[in-house]
C-alpha cells in the first residue's frame, strides 16, 4: 500500500496528473475516451511515487492499490482487492461465493483409474474439475462485478509490473487487464519498467503509454523550497543536470544534506521508483 500522505508530498508530475485528471472525470462514454495510462520508465523515476499520489487524490472514492512486487501467484491480486473492497464497504459476496465453491470443488476430487496415466514410468494425474484459467476468469468477472456494483467509479492502480513472473504478466495482459477494462466504469493506471503493450484494437483507443521523463529544473527548485534548504536555491540547475533529474537520485542527495546552520530535513519525498 501506498505510504501514508502526511509522509510524502508529490513534486511536479503536472502534465500526468492532469491526464489522470481527465481520464477519471470522463463521462462514462467509451467513445475515444481513455481509460487507462500505463507509466513506463526506468528505475528511480517516480513511477511508484505517481500511483501514490493517483491513489491519495482517490482516497474518498473507490480506489484500489496493488503492488506486483508483493504478489506471488494470480489469486494473490484478486485478493488484495477483495480485502481493500471490504475495508471500503464494497460487497464482494459473489467473488466469495464463487472463491468458496471452487475451493469446495478442489476439496472435493476423487481419484479413479480414468485420472492417471502412466508414461514412461511417470504417472500424471489429471484432476477432474474446472481448469486453473477457467477458474481466474471466474473469480475475477465475480469480483469486477462486485466492483462496478459500487455507486463509486473504480480507480484500480497496479505497480511493479516488472516484478511479476512471466505467468503473471501474461494473465495481467491479456486476462484481467482486458477484463477491466470491458468496464467502462473502471479507471486503470499501472506502472512499470516495462508495461503491457496493448496499443491495437481494441484497446489503443483507450489504453495509452506515458514515458515518465526526469525533473527539470523548475521541479528541483520546488523540491528545494519544499525541504527548506534556502542554501541550494542558487543551485537548482547544476543538481538537476549532476543527479539527471532523477527523482530517487534527488532524494537520495536531499536525505544527506544539512544546512549549513544545522537545520535537519524538512520532510522526504517517499519511494521513487
Known amino acids: 500500500m501506498p505510504e501514508p500522505a502526511e509522509q510524502q508530498r508529490h513534486i511536479d508530475r503536472a502534465e500526468q496528473l492532469e491526464s489522470v485528471a481527465r481520464l477519471t472525470a470522463r463521462n462514462g462514454q467509451r467513445g475515444g475516451e481513455r481509460q487507462a495510462l500505463l507509466f513506463e520508465g526506468p528505475e528511480d523515476i517516480g513511477k511508484s511515487s505517481l500511483l501514490s499520489e493517483i491513489y491519495k487524490r482517490h ?95 473504480p480507480v484500480v492502480c497496479l505497480d511493479s509490473f516488472e516484478a511479476c513472473a512471466q505467468p503473471m504478466r501474461d494473465w495481467l495482459a491479456r486476462r484481467l487487464l482486458p477484463n477491466l477494462l470491458s468496464r467502462r466504469e473502471v479507471s486503470v493506471f499501472l506502472a512499470g519498467r516495462e508495461v503491457p503493450r496493448l496499443s491495437v484494437p481494441p484497446y489503443s483507443d483507450v489504453v495509452h503509454t506515458l514515458v515518465l521523463p526526469p525533473f527539470d529544473v523548475a521541479a528541483v527548485r520546488d523540491w528545494i523550497e519544499w525541504r527548506g534548504f534556502s542554501s541550494l536555491m542558487d543551485k537548482a540547475a547544476t543538481i538537476r543536470e549532476t543527479h539527471g533529474g532523477v527523482p530517487g537520485l534527488l532524494a537520495e542527495f536531499f536525505a544527506c544534506h544539512t544546512e549549513p546552520d544545522g537545520t535537519a530535513p524538512a520532510g522526504r519525498n517517499g519511494r521513487e521508483d
Do not use: K, W
Not at 506486483?68 to 501467484?73: E, K, R
Not at 473469480?139 to 462485478?145: E, P, Q, T, V
Open 59 to 153: 482516497s474518498t472514492n473507490g480506489v484500489y492499490f496493488v503492488d506486483l512486487a508483493q504478489t506471488v501467484v494470480e489469486h494473490d491480486v484478486l485478493e488484495a482487492l477483495s480485502m481493500q473492497a471490504r475495508r471500503q464497504d464494497v460487497s464482494v459476496q459473489s467473488y466469495r461465493s464463487a472463491r468458496d465453491r471452487f475451493a469446495e470443488g478442489f476439496r472435493s476430487i476423487q481419484v479413479d483409474f480414468t485420472d492417471v496415466r502412466v508414461r514412461n514410468g511417470a504417472i500424471q494425474l489429471f484432476a477432474q474439475g474446472e481448469d486453473r484459467q477457467v477458474r481466474l476468469t471466474n473469480l475475477s468477472d465475480a469480483l469486477l462485478d462486485n466492483l462496478v456494483a459500487d455507486a463509486r467509479r
